[in-house]
């Protein structure tokens, strides 16, 4: 039986792009659309994006990750920008401030990904945390990383070389109480233990 998108339980999604000169406009913010992109194509789900572009200023990044989280009710907020060692780079201290529980095994791997292309991803801060029932991740700030660092590489056959991170985000959505997520398989496969795998809830 053909699963129709309407079977498949909604969820809402923060995704924030934090760059000082974007916010005010000094140039356009590339961060956000790449974000919207990547999870429209890698998600079954019926998905409503809660965008921010905000300034890289650490009280301003945790007001609006506990918004995202606490009053909007986001199962899943995607930060990009902000995550390097300049003095400005302040997202990964702001994700921290609002943690209930760190996930250090995102940042981990996403570091991995990146040293695939330069020796210079040992200087990214990313880190994951959740927050009562969301998981909140940091990303790299360009567009490209942002879709090597979620979706992995694949050589020339599309074989899985490097996994991304996004194929555990469903499962630890999961385990935080969060919606089943489902997703494409050729963009980026899912990963859950068998006892795991459910037929999608449908939605109210």
């Known amino acids: 039986m053909t699963t129709m998108?309407?079977?498949f339980e909604p969820v809402a999604i923060g995704i924030v792009s934090i760059s000082d000169r974007a916010s005010t406009g000094v140039y356009e913010d590339k961060g956000l659309p790449a974000l919207k992109d990547w999870l429209t194509r890698a998600l079954k789900n019926p998905v409503t994006f809660?965008?921010?572009l905000i300034p890289d200023e650490q009280a301003r990044i945790s007001e609006t990750l506990i918004d995202l989280v606490d009053s909007v009710g986001c199962a899943l907020v995607l930060t990009t920008g902000g995550t390097g060692p300049a003095p400005r780079?302040?997202?990964?201290e702001a994700t921290l401030a609002i943690a209930t529980k760190e996930m250090p095994g995102f940042g981990e791997q996403m570091r991995q990904i990146g040293l695939r292309f330069?020796?210079?991803a040992i200087l990214s801060r990313q880190v994951a945390v959740i927050r009562g029932t969301?998981?909140?991740?940091?990303?790299p700030g360009q567009?490209?990383?942002i879709q090597e660092t979620l979706e992995g590489l694949k050589d020339a056959d599309g074989k899985q070389v490097v996994p991304g991170i996004f194929a555990a985000v469903p499962y630890c959505i999961d385990l935080i109480g969060g919606p089943y997520l489902e997703t494409h398989d050729a963009v980026c496969k899912a990963f859950?233990?068998?006892n795991a795998v459910r037929a999608p809830k449908p939605a109210a």
Not at 89 to 92: K, L, N, W
Request: glycine share 0%.
């Open 5 to 7: 998108p309407n079977d």
């Open 50 to 52: 809660e965008p921010r």
């Open 89 to 92: 780079d302040v997202t990964p």
């Open 118 to 120: 330069v020796p210079t």
């Open 134 to 139: 969301s998981l909140v991740i940091n990303l």
């Open 143 to 145: 567009p490209k990383s």
């Open 192 to 194: 859950r233990p068998k």
